[in-house]
Each structure stands twice: as C-alpha cells, then as structure tokens.
C-alpha cells in the first residue's frame, strides 16, 4: 500500500506566496540563484541556495552555506512569511503550462514505504548529491523541496480531487515563466489518505537524491537516538500526480565531434546501423513524430533515423538506448554518457532551436532530437527492477519549492 500522511506544513502567508515561491535548487546555477532573488528577500532560494548570501566563491558545500540555510529559513519564518499551518493536513498543488494541467497529492509519504521498494526508483544516484542533501535536511531539520512522484490513476482519488479543486484554494499565482500553481488544504485529509492507500506502488519521476537523502538523514538521525524528538524524518515531502498527467519532455543530445570521421563517412556507417532520409526543411523537420523516429542535424540539414533496438527489453527499446547502443556507443566512442566530455544535453523545454544553433557556430558536430519517453516506459523500466539511460526525462512544469516546507520537528 501506499502511504500518504498529513503534516503541519510550514508554508507562506497568502499575500508573501508569489515573492516566495521559486524554481528547485538544481535547475539552476549560483549566479543565477542569485540574480533570481535579487532585491527579493522572501524568496525562498535564501534557504535552497543559501551561498547567494554569503561572498562570491564560496564553496557551495562549506559549513558557512549549510549554516546560512537554517539562518534564512528562521528569517522568513521570524518575520511572518513563513507560518506554520494549525493542523496536519494533506494539500492539492496544481499546476498549468499552456493547455497542460496536472494536480497532486501533497504529503508526507512513508520513508518505510521508500526503503522496502514501494515507492519505486529508476535512476542511480550520485553519493556526493545524496551527501550534500542529507546534510541540508539535517541542518535544516526539514525536507525543504518535494520529491515529484507518478502513479496510475485512481478513479477514487480523482474523485476526492474534483470535489477539492472546486473549493476556495489556499493560493493561486502565476510565475515569471507563465506557469499558474494552486494550491488548496485538505483539513479532512482520511478520504485521500484512504484513496491513496489503494495504491500500489509509486514511482520517482523526479527527486532521486532527495529521496534518498531522506532516507539517510533518517537513518543518522536514528544511529545518533535522536529520531523520537524528529519524527518528521519518517517520511519524505512529496507531491504525487496520476501518470495520465504527467508530462515528459524529450532529453536531446548534441556531440562535439564525429569520432574522427568526415560528415560523409559517418552517414555512410550510420546507415548500416539505422534507416537514414534526409528530413525537407520546415516547421516540423526537427520535431520527431513519436517513438522510432530520430531527428539528427548534421551537414546544415535534417536527418530522419530509424534506430533499431539492439536489446528487445524495456531499457532496450527506449529511442535514447537504441540511439546509445547503436549510434553514440560505437560509432562515435561515447561509451558512457555520464561522464563523457564529448556529449551535451540540452532538456526539451529549450526545443530543437538550440540545438541547430550550435551546430551551425561550431559549437558540437551534430545534435540528436528525440521524441519523449512515455510515462508507461518509465513505469516499465522501474517495474523490471531496471534504471533509466541517463539524461533521458525532463518533467515539466517544474515544481516550485517554498510553497510548503516539511519540518522533522513539528511545532506546537
């Protein structure tokens, strides 16, 4: 079953939420955190990219930063931009981009659950970002960013949200970006709790090393017997949406070189490898049509590919793995995407525009549009025990932090 428990959230005053709100602290650099929240001290990077306070070069991972987020978490909270909720409760966030609209659970979902494997991963994580967010929950002592978890719709849960959806919400605001974010407080939380329990199981779309470090800050803090005055640290913040609302961007791929090989010599290996037609220009030569269909710039022109799978399994018949097994891998030498300096990548959400601009400045030697991975893959990936290729997902829209924070020491 899935676990879904209110929490007394600590949240922003109703008028305070716009200034407060703000992008998750990976999707940005330092000068940019910085730029972001200039003039603006509400705003919740404070807390989530806490060096922008302190001098220029400073080590994101000093003691100074880490100590500087629980400095700016109990400034908004002292001067009253931050409140703490007067009972546990569950929330619904939604979220709407253009003609896209997706609504979650927000809740803190059970650290037991994640470590037994009924909250689902797909993806490795790397031990120094699993560090670096263990030792901001502990300072902090609260989960300041959601994890963003799928699961397969619900009609009961669907249910319980239309009714909710069309009560009076706690806060409704629009970002820089265009992007409109509700969110509504569920005072009689059992109804959903119950709904969600019928779950089984859930998924991480996007916050491995939150949620990993979740687990072990958990995990310190009872080694060091002081887990019973932080029961907070018994589950993680999340917010959980029904697949048939997530939405996945494509992960497009640009390489700096061909291995070598003159532009004519790679087409000609490529084509032992994949069905290879030159795309006529126009609005939609650079936009793959679906699962199979690979774009590629290369020449001043695009390509149409047809990329056999190498391996006939779920990871397999991704578009990015056949691309990898059977492209990037042996013709062009890029053995492992991870740690390649050969290869960029560039999330969906910018299109295909940058991807021909840098080719065409000199800056990579060809580029790779691919179409997106559907939820039902993700789902299949995680279902067979397998991870996802790296650099394969962009979830859009973003979920912003700083609209509820989930203390391990709740308040009186």
Not at 38 to 49: A, C, E, K, Y
Request: glycine share 6%; with cysteine.
């Amino acid at each position: 079953m899935a676990v879904a428990l209110p929490f007394r959230a600590l949240r922003p005053r109703p008028d305070a939420a716009a200034r407060t709100h703000c992008l998750p602290y990976d999707v940005m650099n330092t000068e940019e955190a910085r730029e972001m929240a200039r003039g603006n001290p509400d705003s919740f990077l404070h807390v989530t990219r806490p060096e922008i306070d302190l001098p220029a070069g400073t080590d994101e991972h000093s003691d100074a930063v880490y100590a500087q987020a629980v400095t700016g978490l109990e400034d908004l909270r002292r001067r009253g931009v931050l409140i703490a909720d007067d009972q546990a409760c569950l929330y619904l966030y939604r979220l709407v981009m253009g003609d896209h609209s997706q609504t979650g659970l927000v809740g803190a979902f059970s650290i037991d659950e994640y470590d037994r494997g009924a909250i689902v991963k797909h993806e490795h994580t790397r031990p120094d970002k699993e560090a670096d967010r263990t030792r901001h929950i502990l300072t902090l002592a609260a989960h300041a960013e959601p994890v963003f978890l799928i699961h397969r719709p619900s009609a009961a849960l669907a249910a319980l949200t239309r009714a909710a959806v069309a009560t009076a919400p706690l806060y409704d605001l629009t970002s820089s970006d265009g992007i409109r974010h509700t969110l509504w407080r569920l005072a009689e939380p059992a109804p959903f709790v119950a709904a969600f329990a019928a779950i089984d199981p859930v998924y991480i779309a996007d916050g491995h090393h939150r949620a990993a470090a979740a687990s072990n800050a958990r995990r310190a803090l009872r080694e060091e017997s002081r887990l019973a005055d932080h029961t907070g640290a018994n589950s993680l913040l999340a917010v959980a949406f029904p697949t048939d609302q997530a939405k996945i961007l494509p992960y497009n791929r640009l390489v700096k070189d061909l291995n070598g090989r003159a532009s004519v010599a790679f087409l000609a290996a490529l084509r032992e490898v994949a069905t290879v037609a030159c795309e006529p220009a126009g609005p939609t030569s650079s936009t793959s049509s679906g699962a199979g269909d690979v774009r590629m710039f290369l020449d001043g022109r695009w390509w149409r590919l047809s990329v056999r799978p190498l391996n006939d399994d779920p990871v397999g018949r991704l578009d990015v793995q056949a691309l990898q097994d059977r492209v990037l891998g042996p013709l062009l030498g890029i053995d492992d995407p991870r740690t390649s300096k050969r290869i960029a990548f560039v999330g969906g959400i910018r299109g295909t525009a940058p991807l021909e601009a840098a080719v065409r400045a000199g800056e990579a030697a060809g580029a790779f549009s691919l179409a997106p991975v559907t939820p039902e893959q993700l789902l299949s990936v995680a279902d067979a025990g397998r991870t996802m290729p790296p650099k394969s997902t962009w979830f859009e829209p973003k979920l912003r932090s700083g609209l509820f924070v989930h203390t391990l020491q709740e308040r009186p």
